[in-house]
């Protein structure tokens, strides 16, 4: 049983699209952060959310930490091809350690 | 500068094999962590280091998974006995952090597969 739930599992989208995904559970986190991987690397940290009902902003990506610290957004407006790649949300419960979700398999086709 | 680096990148072995998978963090990182990757599926947490000690090993699965760092630097992951369960994407992090959130900085991983 997977502690975070990603919704949804796939997205395929046209460019200039703007899409949501999301990560649940019914655990509190301390912390939360957003990864996306692409084939063959290693995830890579887009974000960290500390507090809750926090909103941080990376160019076109937005990501919300939900009030109650067991939920969070990631919005993306006007989606280009290189958003494609596989957006993976984790929750820590101190600094160390990390549960992933499965991830948001996002494909963005010219 | 050099990121966290894997190696090899894919080990293919057979079943009841031993198996040691080596990670090279970034310099001056002291903490490092191990994660399995299975096919479809989110990094799963093994181990993590702080220094030279095992701060948290309640990830590793069962007591045919190994890790140690002996010098607080390069880790190296060891599986005893190798399953066909144990095929996977293993995946080696590391941040430098003192009690606060660290970036973890992840290498390419190594693809383990198990006859």
């Known amino acids: 049983t997977q502690l975070l739930e990603q919704s949804p599992q796939f997205l395929s989208i046209q460019e200039g699209e703007n899409l949501t995904v999301y990560c649940n559970s019914s655990?509190?986190?301390?912390?939360l952060q957003w990864y996306r991987q692409e084939p063959g690397e290693g995830p890579v940290l887009l974000v960290t959310?500390?507090?809750?009902?926090e909103v941080k902003k990376l160019k076109r990506l937005t990501f919300q930490f939900g009030d109650a610290r067991k939920d969070s957004s990631l919005h993306i407006t006007a989606a280009q091809p290189g958003d494609t790649g596989l957006y993976l949300c984790?929750?820590?419960?101190?600094?160390?350690?990390?549960?992933f979700g499965s991830g948001t398999k996002l494909n963005v086709k010219p | 500068g050099a990121g966290v680096s894997q190696t090899p990148s894919n080990k293919v072995t057979e079943k009841g094999k031993y198996v040691e998978l080596r990670c090279d963090p970034i310099?001056?990182?002291?903490?490092l962590y191990w994660y399995r990757q299975s096919l479809g599926q989110g990094p799963e947490f093994l181990i993590y280091?702080?220094?030279?000690?095992?701060?948290?090993d309640s990830g590793l699965p069962n007591d045919r998974f190994f890790a140690v760092r002996p010098e607080g630097s390069v880790s190296t992951l060891k599986i005893q006995r190798t399953e066909r369960g144990d095929s996977a994407v293993y995946l080696c992090?590391?941040?430098?952090?003192?009690?606060?959130?660290?970036?973890?900085?992840f290498g390419p991983g190594t693809r383990l597969t198990v006859l």
């Open positions: 992090a590391s941040s430098f952090v003192w009690g606060r959130i660290g970036e973890q900085f």
């Open positions: 655990s509190v986190f301390s912390s």
């Open positions: 959310v500390v507090t809750g009902g």
């Open positions: 984790a929750g820590g419960y101190n600094f160390n350690k990390f549960y």
């Open positions: 310099s001056g990182h002291t903490a």
């Open positions: 280091f702080q220094g030279t000690g095992a701060a948290d």
